[in-house]
C-alpha cells in the first residue's frame, strides 16, 4: 500500500481559508490527506506550532496566506515569511525543512489552492513518511526537534526575527541599515548557537553531566559545549553541581 | 445575562450537519456525531439535517440548556459564512458567543475528497477533534465598542455610486461622492439609449446628476482620487486629492462603485476604428445620426468567455439588440445580423425585446468559439451552426461586442481597502449569495460594474443595496466589533521585557507605550491579527480566540498518538 502523508496546514482566514472554501464551491477535487487549523493571518503561525507539528510526527506542514501586497492587515505575511524562514532553516539542521513550505493562496484562487495542495501531498508521499511519525519514532532526531523548538522560542531568536525587517530594511538603533546578507549571517550563526544551547539544555533537564558526556551524547566538540556551557552559566539557566575529581558536573536550573 | 460558565468544567455539544445531502451525502453523519462523544469534554453530540435551520437550532438550544453544555461546536460548512449565526444561537442559549467553534466538513471535506468517501470521514473525524479540543480551551470574550461616524464615502460617480449617494444623504447621512472623472455620470454619458424602453441616456444621467448636485448632505468631489485610506468600520480616514491638493475625509462607512472598463479592441477580430468598430464606438454614430451602413454585422462575446476572459460580461447582448433595433428604427432598409454563441436575455421585458428585434428582420446566426468568424475586407464567414455550413455575410459596418473589463487601477484600491479582487480583477464581494454587496471587511461595501459587468438597471439596485448595507453601520451610534483581539494580560505584564518589537510589527498602531512606561493595546484599534503574539518575545502577548494554547491543541488532538 502507498503511503498515505499526514499535513498540517495553517491557513490564514481571509486568502487561503477563503481559497479553500472557494475550492469547495468550485468542487475542485484534491486529496483528502491535510487538515485545516484557521487562523486570522499567516503572521499568527508561530514557529513552534511549525515544529510541534513534525514533533508529533506530522509528515508535513503547509503555512498559506494572502499574496504579498495583498494581506488584509496589511504586512502580516511579510512577518510570516521571516518566522517561517527561520523554521525551516532550523529544520535544515536536521533535514526536515522540505517537510514544511510557505505559499501564498488568494481568495479567488479555489483552483490554485486544490493545485497546491495536492502538489504537497505528491511531494511528501515521495519524501516518505516522517522518521518522527508511526510507532517508533526516531527518538534522537525526537530530542533534536525538541531543541529547534525551544530555540525558535527562545527570546533571543525571537526578538532577532521580530527586528529583522525593522534592521534590514530601515535602521538598527545606531542608525545603521543591516543588509539582508549580513543580516542572514548573523542570524545563522545565533541559530546554531542556539541550537546547541537547547540542545545542552534538554540532555541537561534528564540529570546532570560533565561536559565529556555531553560531547558524546550530542557528538558535539568539547570545547564548544564548554563555550557553550559559559553563555548558559552567565543567563542562569545551569549551575554546578557537583565536581567529581578534576571534572565539573552540570546541571540544568 | 449570559451565565458565567468559565470556571466550570468545559462541557462540549457537537453538532453535525448533514448540509441536506451535502455532507450526509458522502459520509455518515449519525456516526461522526456518535464517535464525538469519546472525544475528550463532549457531554452531547447530535446530527441534524440542516444545523442552520430553525429546527437544527432549536435543537442546540434545547441541548445546552437539557446537558448543561458550555461549549459548543457545530461541524457544518464554514464560519465565513455561518459563524455569525451560530453565535447568535449560543448567545440566545444563554453563552457567550465565543464559546463557539465551527468545523468546516463541507467545503473543505465532502465537496472536495467526493471519490474518497472513507478519507473525507476520517478526515472530518480529526477536524472535529481539533475543534472540540480548541473548543474546550475557548475563553469568553467581550465585543470592542466603537463609535460610528454617520457619514459615508462613494467612490465613484457613475450610475451606482450616484444611486448609492442618493441614498445615503436622503437617509440623512453626510456623503461624499468622489468621481476621477470630471464629470457626473459614467458609462451612462456614451450611451445613447438604454434597453429595454429605449429611454434616452442623457435623460436619466441628467435626472440623476441633477437630484445629486440638489441632495442635501451630498459632497461632491469630480476630478478627485482617492489616494490613501486609514482606520476601521465607523472610523475611516481618507485622504482625496484633486488638482494636486489633498483632503481628509472622515467617514464610517465606504461603498466601491467604481464600475468598469472598456476592453481596449486593438487587434480583436478585425478592428479598425472606423469600418470595424465597437458597440460602445457605434452608440454616438447612433446618436449623432450619422450611421450611413447598410449591411451591418454584430459579433458577440468578441474577446470575452475565452481562455484568456472566462466570464460573460452580461451586458453585451441586450446591448446588441438594443442598437440593432435603433439602426433599423433609424433606417428600416439597413440589414442588421448578429452573429451570436449563446443569447442572454433574461426576464420578461429583455425577451420580449429579443422577439421585437427577430419581427423587425434582424437575422441572427450562432457560432461556436472553435469555430471563429473570419473578417475579410467586406464580408464575414462564419460557420452557421444551425444549419451546420458556412454562410457569407458581406458587411459596410462590422461591430464587436466586446466585454467590459475591470479597471486598471482596481488593484491600487483593493490595496487600500484591504479587499480582494477575483481572477478577472473585479472586486469580489464576501459571498455571492449571502453577502452580494458587502465585503469581509466590516464597513466596506460593493455596488454595480465593479463586481461583475452589470447593465443599469442592475446597477441602480445594487446602488442602493450597498447604500442599504451601509446604513447597517451608519444607523448606530456605536458598534461592536471582533472581541477577538491581542491582550498583554494583567498575569503576563511582568514577562513583558518591554523590547517594543509588538510596537513595530502592528501594522494599525494599535499598540503603544503607555505614560507608565507600560505596553498598552488599544483594543478598538487591533483587529486582531495576532502577528505581535507571534512576534512577543517573551510570549507575553495573548491572542484572544487564537491563543497558543488553543492552536497547539489543535495541533496536538490531529498529532497526538
Redesign the interface.
Known amino acids: 500500500m502507498s503511503f498515505e502523508p499526514k499535513l498540517l496546514g495553517f491557513l490564514c482566514n481571509w486568502c487561503s481559508y477563503a481559497g479553500a472554501d472557494l475550492a469547495g464551491v468550485s468542487r475542485i477535487q484534491y486529496p483528502p490527506n491535510m487538515r485545516v487549523i484557521r487562523v486570522m493571518c499567516s503572521g499568527r503561525v508561530d514557529p513552534k506550532f511549525v515544529i510541534r507539528a513534525l514533533e508529533l510526527g506530522i509528515d508535513g506542514v503547509y503555512v498559506m496566506g494572502c499574496h504579498i501586497g495583498d494581506c488584509h492587515y496589511l504586512e502580516g505575511n511579510y512577518e510570516a515569511v521571516k518566522k517561517f524562514d527561520m523554521t525551516k532553516k532550523f529544520l535544515s539542521f536536521i533535514g526536515l525543512d522540505n517537510r514544511v513550505r510557505l505559499d501564498w493562496v488568494s481568495a479567488s484562487e479555489g483552483v490554485r489552492f486544490g493545485e497546491v495542495v495536492t502538489k504537497f501531498v505528491e511531494d511528501i508521499r515521495e519524501l516518505g513518511p516522517s522518521p518522527l511519525s508511526g510507532d517508533n519514532p526516531d527518538l534522537k532526531l525526537l530530542e533534536k526537534v525538541k531543541a529547534i523548538r525551544e530555540a525558535a522560542s527562545d527570546n533571543r531568536m525571537r526578538a532577532l526575527v521580530g527586528r529583522q525587517r525593522k534592521i534590514t530594511e530601515e535602521e538598527n538603533v545606531y542608525g545603521e541599515k543591516v543588509s539582508e546578507e549580513k543580516f542572514n549571517e548573523l542570524m545563522d550563526i545565533a541559530m546554531k548557537d542556539e541550537y546547541k544551547r537547547n540542545r545542552i539544555l534538554l540532555a541537561l533537564e534528564k540529570d546532570p553531566k560533565s561536559i565529556k558526556d555531553l560531547a558524546v551524547e550530542l557528538d558535539i566538540d568539547p570545547s564548544i559545549i564548554l563555550e557553550h556551557m559559559l553563555t548558559l552559566k552567565g543567563r542562569g539557566l545551569v549551575d554546578f553541581q557537583k565536581i567529581i575529581g578534576n571534572t565539573p558536573i552540570f546541571m540544568r536550573i | 445575562m449570559s451565565k458565567e460558565k468559565e470556571e466550570e468544567e468545559a462541557r462540549v455539544g457537537v453538532f453535525v450537519c448533514h448540509c441536506g445531502s451535502n455532507i450526509g451525502g458522502l459520509i455518515d453523519c449519525h456516526k461522526l456525531a456518535e464517535e464525538a462523544k469519546d472525544f475528550p469534554n463532549v457531554a452531547y453530540s447530535e446530527d441534524n439535517l440542516y444545523t442552520c435551520s430553525e429546527t437544527g437550532l432549536a435543537a442546540i438550544k434545547k441541548a445546552v440548556e437539557e446537558y448543561n453544555l458550555n461549549r459548543v461546536v457545530v461541524a457544518s460548512c464554514?464560519?465565513?459564512t455561518h459563524e455569525p449565526l451560530f453565535r447568535e444561537c449560543i448567545t440566545e442559549a444563554g453563552l457567550n458567543p465565543y464559546l463557539f467553534n465551527f468545523v468546516?466538513i463541507?467545503?473543505?471535506?465532502t465537496?472536495?475528497?467526493?471519490?474518497?468517501p472513507k478519507?473525507?470521514y476520517?478526515?472530518a473525524k480529526?477536524?472535529i477533534r481539533?475543534g472540540a479540543a480548541k473548543a474546550v480551551k475557548l475563553e469568553p470574550l467581550d465585543m470592542v465598542m466603537v463609535k460610528i461616524n454617520p457619514a459615508a464615502l462613494v467612490i465613484g460617480g457613475g450610475v451606482a455610486g450616484m444611486s448609492a449617494a442618493l441614498n445615503l444623504s436622503r437617509q440623512g447621512f453626510k456623503t461624499y461622492l468622489v468621481e476621477k472623472e470630471e464629470k457626473l455620470g459614467g458609462r451612462l454619458n456614451s450611451l445613447y439609449k438604454l434597453f429595454p424602453y429605449n429611454i434616452e441616456a442623457s435623460e436619466l444621467v441628467g435626472n440623476l446628476i441633477n437630484n445629486v448636485q440638489k441632495a442635501q448632505n451630498l459632497e461632491i468631489m469630480t476630478s478627485s482620487q482617492v489616494k490613501n485610506i486609514e482606520g476601521f468600520v465607523g472610523n475611516y480616514e481618507v485622504e482625496v486629492e484633486k488638482n494636486g491638493s489633498s483632503q481628509i475625509l472622515e467617514v464610517g462607512a465606504i461603498i466601491v462603485a467604481v464600475g468598469s472598463s472598456l476592453l481596449n479592441p486593438e487587434g480583436l477580430l478585425g478592428y479598425d476604428g472606423k469600418k470595424r468598430i465597437t458597440q460602445y464606438e457605434l452608440e454616438p454614430k447612433l446618436k449623432n445620426k450619422e450611421l450611413k451602413a447598410k449591411d451591418i454585422v454584430m459579433i458577440q462575446c468578441a474577446g470575452s468567455r475565452n481562455d484568456e476572459r472566462p466570464y460573460c460580461s452580461s451586458v453585451c447582448c441586450m446591448t446588441a439588440l438594443k442598437n440593432a433595433l435603433n439602426i433599423k428604427e433609424q433606417n428600416p432598409d439597413a440589414h442588421v445580423t448578429i452573429l451570436f454563441r449563446d443569447l442572454y436575455t433574461p426576464g420578461t421585458d429583455y425577451e420580449e425585446y429579443y422577439r421585437e428585434a427577430r419581427e423587425q428582420g434582424i437575422l441572427f446566426v450562432k457560432y461556436d468559439v472553435d469555430k471563429m468568424p473570419v473578417i475579410e475586407e467586406n464580408q464575414v464567414k462564419v460557420f452557421n451552426e444551425y444549419i451546420g455550413t458556412e454562410m457569407i455575410v458581406p458587411y459596410d459596418l462590422l461591430v464587436l461586442s466586446t466585454p467590459l473589463v475591470a479597471n486598471d487601477d482596481n488593484k491600487e484600491l483593493?490595496?487600500m481597502l484591504?479587499v480582494?479582487?477575483?481572477?478577472n480583477k473585479f472586486f469580489?464581494e464576501a459571498h455571492v449569495k449571502l453577502r452580494p454587496n458587502d465585503f469581509?471587511?466590516d464597513g466596506v461595501y460593493i455596488g454595480g460594474s465593479a463586481k461583475w459587468p452589470v447593465d443599469i438597471t442592475e446597477s441602480i439596485s445594487q446602488g442602493y443595496a450597498a447604500a442599504s448595507r451601509a446604513s447597517t453601520v451608519l444607523s448606530h451610534e456605536t458598534l461592536e466589533v471582533e472581541g477577538?483581539t491581542s491582550s498583554l494580560p494583567e498575569y503576563n505584564k511582568s514577562l513583558c521585557?518591554g523590547?517594543e518589537?509588538c510596537v513595530?510589527?502592528c501594522?494599525?498602531h494599535a499598540i503603544v507605550k503607555n505614560e507608565n512606561d507600560e505596553i498598552e493595546i488599544i483594543q478598538a484599534l487591533c483587529?486582531?491579527?495576532?502577528?505581535c503574539?507571534?512576534?512577543?518575545?517573551?510570549?507575553a502577548i495573548v491572542?484572544k480566540h487564537?491563543t497558543?494554547d488553543q492552536?497547539?491543541s489543535?495541533?496536538?488532538a490531529?498529532?497526538?498518538?
Open positions: 464554514t464560519p465565513r468546516n463541507r467545503d473543505q471535506c465537496w472536495v475528497h467526493m471519490k474518497y478519507e473525507a476520517d478526515k480529526d477536524l481539533m483593493a490595496q484591504k480582494p479582487l477575483e481572477a469580489l469581509a471587511t477577538a521585557s523590547c518589537i513595530k510589527v501594522p494599525f483587529k486582531g491579527c495576532g502577528v503574539g507571534a512576534t512577543c518575545t517573551n510570549q491572542i487564537f497558543d492552536i497547539m489543535e495541533i496536538l490531529y498529532g497526538g498518538k
